[in-house]
């Protein structure tokens, strides 16, 4: 089964960027959807197609993707921005989706 | 503005049954796939199943194949999850969420959850 490989946690001060990562073998081959879920609250996409950012997403959420690595990065961090934050595929070997296990992003 | 709520949750003994339900609004539901992701406590996302929007293709995760059944009615806007032989290891969040569009794998919307607690 295919698996995406993230980091447990990432830590930057206001106002710096963040950096979270999504590994898998030839992940450039799929595309890559990113979701961020707050303390008590149910996910959000905020990057879908490796690099599209859904309506009412800010600007400061980008992401891209390449060879074994995707990547979501949040410029100009706020503390709002505390979250954990889930890459995802679709996996049309097994049809089924795959999450990452999940990074924990602190804002110091 | 697009809108999942899941019911039928809460507490069950190991070995039982339980059907959840999602009920959806503002948006034409039968041209939609959907999902069902889990959450354990304190745990990632795990997904579960998805039927797309034919109501004819549906996939499952290993974890709950031959246990769980996924199904819909496009006449009602309804998601269910029919789940038998439940363990302590399905107790968790259990979200309903749509595709972004026609059977992309694109998880686009989430509902709040529901929560199931299955005991010994």
């Known amino acids: 089964s295919y698996v995406l490989t993230q980091s447990p946690s990432v830590s930057v001060a206001p106002g710096q960027t963040a950096v979270i990562t999504c590994g898998a073998h030839?992940?450039?081959?799929?595309?890559v959807h990113w979701h961020q879920q707050k303390p008590g609250q149910a996910p959000i996409l905020v990057i879908y197609?490796?690099?599209d950012r859904p309506s009412g997403i800010p600007e400061r959420f980008s992401g891209s993707n390449s060879g074994n690595t995707a990547t979501l990065t949040i410029s100009r961090v706020e503390a709002g921005d505390e979250a954990d934050y889930y890459c995802?595929?679709?996996?049309?070997?097994?049809?089924?989706?795959?999450f990452g296990g999940g990074t924990k992003l602190t804002v110091l | 503005q697009v809108q999942l709520v899941e019911s039928g949750g809460g507490a069950v003994q190991s070995g039982r049954s339980l059907r959840l339900s999602c009920e959806t609004s503002?948006?034409?539901?039968?041209?939609?796939?959907m999902y069902w992701v889990r959450q354990a406590p304190g745990k990632g996302l795990e997904w579960l199943a998805v039927?797309?929007?034919?109501?004819?293709?549906?996939y499952y995760a290993d974890s709950v194949k031959g246990r769980f059944t996924i199904s819909r009615d496009n006449s009602k806007n309804t998601l269910y999850l029919q789940m038998d032989g439940l363990g302590g290891e399905d107790t968790g969040v259990y979200y309903c969420?749509?595709?972004?569009?026609?059977?992309?794998?694109?998880?686009?919307?989430w509902g709040q959850g529901a929560l199931v607690a299955v005991s010994s």
């Open positions: 969420a749509r595709d972004f569009g026609q059977d992309t794998g694109i998880i686009d919307s």
């Open positions: 503002g948006f034409r539901f039968a041209s939609y796939g």
């Open positions: 039927i797309w929007d034919d109501g004819i293709d549906k």
């Open positions: 030839n992940i450039v081959g799929k595309s």
């Open positions: 197609y490796n690099s």
């Open positions: 995802q595929v679709w996996d049309s070997t097994s049809d089924h989706a795959v």
